[in-house]
């Protein structure tokens, strides 16, 4: 059977998408054709910055859903054929693997059955109970009883599973913003000094990081709340300080106290603007 190109409406076999080859190759000039595959060189690199940062070839293998065979490839080449470290490699691979960020918390550097310093884990299920959960709430939703998640609040506790320190980070993230109900669940909290959620930064699972301050937590929310009002509802001094209930000189002062936590904002929202 003779097929026809739809553009020219020549007999051409094989069609390309229903095109004859000239016709294909200008139909994806006018479009800005990208070839499928690209250098292997920066992906290369990237999968050692993960490796220096402390990830597996394995975990980083489950993370880009590559198999660790064509990760082999692209580090050593290939022993079978003697050939050297992957040049070319298709785009969709690269993307995966360039998408793999760089990883901060020890969970995320090692696969899910390995023991990983629990500092974090422990800060955040402290926190946690001083947010108004009971243990036994963050025990059921770790899928742990309340006897087995008893280590995971105490500051003795050196180790946990990669896998335990993963469920308790995302349950971290999921209620850090939503105060819990229990009132002795936050007087326990209280009576241990253990800090609030918004009172960890992003580095709560460096040993040297420590929690803001209850004046400190409140500075920063006044920076916050003020930068919103006069840059984002364009409201003057005059209209804040009202909107406040307090007078001119009082929020003068404040601003004065409080710059640099209003210039710490203004540079996170410009930030997060461009990026």
């Excluded at 209620?175 to 209280?190: C, D, H, I, V, Y």
């Amino acid at each position: 059977m003779t097929t026809y190109c739809e553009k020219c409406q020549r007999a051409y076999k094989p069609l390309r998408r229903g095109y004859c080859n000239r016709c294909d190759m200008d139909r994806r000039a006018r479009i800005g054709y990208q070839c499928s595959f690209v250098d292997a060189e920066p992906v290369r690199k990237h999968v050692q910055d993960l490796r220096d940062a402390g990830m597996g070839t394995r975990t980083i293998a489950a993370a880009a859903g590559i198999s660790r065979t064509a990760l082999g490839r692209l580090i050593n080449g290939s022993l079978y054929r003697g050939s050297g470290p992957t040049k070319r490699m298709h785009r969709r691979t690269a993307d995966a693997i360039l998408a793999i960020a760089i990883p901060t918390a020890p969970h995320l550097r090692v696969a899910p059955g390995h023991l990983v310093d629990a500092i974090g884990t422990v800060r955040r299920g402290q926190a946690l109970v001083a947010f108004g959960y009971p243990r036994s709430h963050i025990a059921a939703r770790l899928g742990l009883t309340p006897a087995n998640a008893t280590h995971l609040f105490k500051d003795s506790t050196q180790h946990v599973r990669a896998a335990t320190a993963a469920k308790m980070a995302a349950l971290f993230c999921e209620l850090e913003n939503q105060p819990g109900t229990s009132l002795r669940a936050r007087r326990e909290g209280k009576r241990n000094k253990w800090p609030v959620p918004m009172q960890w930064d992003d580095d709560i699972d460096m040993p040297s990081a420590a929690p803001q301050t209850t004046a400190k937590l409140r500075a920063t929310a006044w920076a916050e709340r003020y930068v919103e009002m006069r840059d984002f509802l364009q409201l003057t001094d005059r209209q804040i300080a009202d909107k406040l209930g307090i007078q001119m000189y009082s929020l003068e002062r404040q601003k004065v106290r409080h710059a640099s936590d209003i210039d710490a904002r203004r540079h996170e929202h410009e930030m997060k603007a461009t990026a």
